[in-house]
């Protein structure tokens, strides 16, 4: 009989041409599919709960695959054993049969730093920008993206998606130790969403542009108005939330 099952991943993307398998390129799901493939003896294709791009890191994602028998209680460590040292998987576990990781999620959470005093420990893992902001001219304009459904402003020209709108549940900047962190939860989110609205927070946080210009930014929904996409290495998929009733006791 047929099983559904849950891998709960970590990884960090800094060798990754992103989590989706690509010609004559690695991806993490790559190189999961040949773990899997490789322990369980049959081909196995995870489908996982969303894209992220090259050199994007993620602390918690999900991916979903099919297998006729019981997964035995060491299978994490041998799937960590062989693996490479940059992806993790953290738990395994049943899941209703109908559940699918990136369709059944219902809140997703990403994270971006920035650190403004150089650190060679911090390389690939967030984004030095050495120039003072100011932090509480960028909380002021936190209510109109939260009052924002439309999101084309934000999000990368020529994408397949039928719809730019997405639900912001929370955001904030918040100040840790040397680190500057950006926080949004969402229902779903854009291709280079996250990057470009830090990008246009920076913008503001240097004065380059007033608290009334974000504000049309977003009303614009045009892409060329906001600001630069900053690189990828800051960003963190922190989790990934799904009802409680998809797990199988």
């Known amino acids: 009989m047929i099983k559904r099952y849950f891998l709960e991943i970590a990884f960090d993307g800094t060798a ?3 989590w989706q398998v690509q010609p004559n390129a690695d991806s993490v ?7 899997l ?3 369980l003896r049959t081909e196995i294709f995870v489908q ?14 999900y991916a979903h695959f099919d297998f ?4 035995d209680e060491d299978f994490v460590n041998r799937c960590n054993s062989f693996l490479p040292n940059d992806i993790q998987i953290i738990d395994c576990s ?10 059944d999620a219902i809140s997703r959470t990403y994270e971006y730093f920035i650190f403004n005093s150089k650190n060679p420990f911090y390389i690939n893992k967030a984004f030095y920008f050495y120039k003072k902001l100011n932090l509480e001219l960028m909380n002021q304009a936190i209510p109109f993206l939260m009052e924002c459904s439309d999101f084309t402003s934000f999000s990368k020209s020529n994408t397949q998606t039928k719809t730019n709108n997405c639900k912001i549940y929370s955001l904030g900047w918040k100040e840790k130790d040397e680190m500057l962190i950006f926080e949004i939860k969402a229902d779903r989110f854009l291709r280079n969403m996250v990057r470009s609205i830090v990008g246009t927070f920076i913008e503001l946080g240097l004065e380059k542009i007033t608290l009334s210009e974000f504000k049309q930014i977003i009303e614009s929904k045009n892409r060329t108005r906001a600001g630069f996409s900053v690189p990828a290495c800051g ?13 199988i006791k």
Do not use: M
């Open 235 to 247: 960003l963190y998929l922190k989790n990934v939330d799904y009802p409680q009733n998809i797990w």
């Open 16 to 18: 990754y041409h992103g």
């Open 94 to 103: 049943q899941v209703e049969l109908e559940c699918h990781s990136r369709f």
């Open 48 to 61: 996982g709960a969303g894209r992220t791009d090259s050199g994007v890191h993620a602390r918690q994602t």
């Open 37 to 39: 493939s490789k322990l």
């Open 68 to 71: 006729e028998n019981t997964i």
């Open 29 to 35: 799901q790559d190189q999961i599919n040949i773990c």
